[in-house]
């Protein structure tokens, strides 16, 4: 991730502190390694499908044992601060910017769904944990167009605010673009790593101790020293935040993208983001199990329990 990205997300973190609509339906795929494919019909877009929020029921769902997984319409609510439109999926709040296609929206949203299939290694109880957390602390993905130039996200007054507001303010990462001339390889990436970082640097941040940024000693913190120490995570590109005095920062992102670089890897999604590479010297998940064996430890015990692995090629279809 370019550093220039990275210090941005950094920024706006720190400020959050203070073609047609995916009609789905509940699927069930195996969690193997290699992925499976479910089908999805795809409808127009149409206006009448959008909402208002007088229409919808605000009560938090209860995510129990058998956990209900569904993608919501598009709700426009004016209170929003610049983030008036969202779409919910099992408790993940998507809000958009304006210029942020529908289609758009529903296809990060069908995205998250996919990884939320039941599978044979799905523990529902730790599922339920996960989506419980998501929704009680209001995690959110923002989703914004054409890149952070396009808002001045660089300059001293962006034109929009950081988030939406309504007690959507904490417990979010960074953006996930709509770029209007990307490829299908790249939207597919742009659109896992960013729903990566927010489930892994909120989400389980929230819930499970072992995956916090935040405390050195948790486990995710030694996994991912294990791997700076075998030079297969290279985290020099990062130091320039750590050198400008924001730890927490440099603590955040270099632990956030690990997490990523792990679980994409064990994915198989090794393809999509050019592995193995200067930041990340591995590509398989026999790998990850014989080179890392603490962030395997935390892959299987978590990752592998509450998420299924999305099919590649279900997603570069619905990005194409």
């Known amino acids: 991730m370019k550093l220039k990205t990275i210090l941005f997300l950094i920024f706006f973190i720190a400020?959050?502190?203070?073609?047609?609509?995916?009609?789905?339906?509940?699927?069930?795929?195996?969690?193997?390694d290699e992925p499976t494919t479910t089908t999805e019909q795809q409808k127009e877009n149409d206006d009448s499908t959008t909402t208002t929020i007088e229409e919808v029921n605000e009560e938090s769902e209860d995510y129990s044992s058998e956990n209900v997984i569904s993608i919501g319409e598009i709700v426009i609510d004016t209170?929003?601060?610049?983030?008036?439109?969202?779409?919910?999926?099992?408790?993940?709040?998507?809000?958009?910017l304006p210029e942020v296609s529908?289609?758009?929206?529903?296809?990060?949203?069908?995205?998250y769904f996919q990884m939320l299939q039941q599978g044979d290694?799905?523990?529902?109880?730790?599922?339920?944990?996960?989506?419980?957390?998501?929704?009680?602390?209001?995690?959110?993905?923002?989703?914004?167009?054409?890149?952070?130039?396009?808002?001045n996200f660089d300059s001293p007054n962006p034109s929009v605010d950081c988030c939406p507001g309504n007690g959507y303010e904490d417990n979010h990462t960074?953006?996930?673009?709509?770029?209007?001339?990307?490829?299908?390889?790249g939207t597919v990436g742009e659109v896992v790593e960013h729903l990566l970082h927010t489930i892994t640097g909120a989400g389980l941040l929230l819930e499970f101790p072992e995956w916090s940024w935040e405390d050195t000693n948790s486990k995710i913190h030694k996994a991912m020293n294990e791997?700076?120490?075998?030079?297969?995570?290279d985290i020099s590109t990062y130091e320039e935040i750590k050198n400008n005095g924001d730890i927490e920062g440099y603590n955040r992102v270099t632990v956030q993208e690990f997490s990523f670089w792990v679980i994409v890897t064990s994915w198989g999604y090794g393809d999509i983001f050019d592995l193995p590479h200067g930041e990340f010297e591995i590509s398989t998940i026999n790998e990850v199990r014989s080179?890392?064996?603490?962030?395997?430890?935390?892959?299987?015990?978590?990752?592998?329990?509450?998420?299924?692995i999305p099919d590649k090629e279900l997603l570069k279809s619905l990005f194409s």
Not at 175 to 185: G, L, R
Request: charged share 30%; net charge negative.
């Open 291 to 308: 080179e890392l064996p603490l962030a395997f430890e935390l892959y299987v015990n978590t990752i592998e329990k509450i998420f299924t």
């Open 102 to 111: 529908d289609e758009y929206m529903y296809k990060v949203a069908e995205t």
């Open 121 to 151: 290694n799905i523990d529902n109880s730790l599922r339920s944990r996960y989506l419980n957390s998501v929704d009680n602390e209001k995690v959110f993905q923002r989703v914004g167009f054409e890149g952070p130039e396009y808002y």
């Open 174 to 185: 960074d953006f996930i673009w709509e770029y209007k001339d990307a490829n299908t390889i």
């Open 227 to 233: 791997a700076v120490e075998k030079n297969i995570y």
């Open 79 to 96: 209170s929003f601060r610049d983030y008036q439109k969202y779409v919910d999926v099992a408790g993940l709040r998507i809000f958009a």
């Open 15 to 32: 400020c959050g502190a203070g073609e047609g609509d995916v009609e789905v339906t509940e699927n069930t795929s195996s969690n193997s």
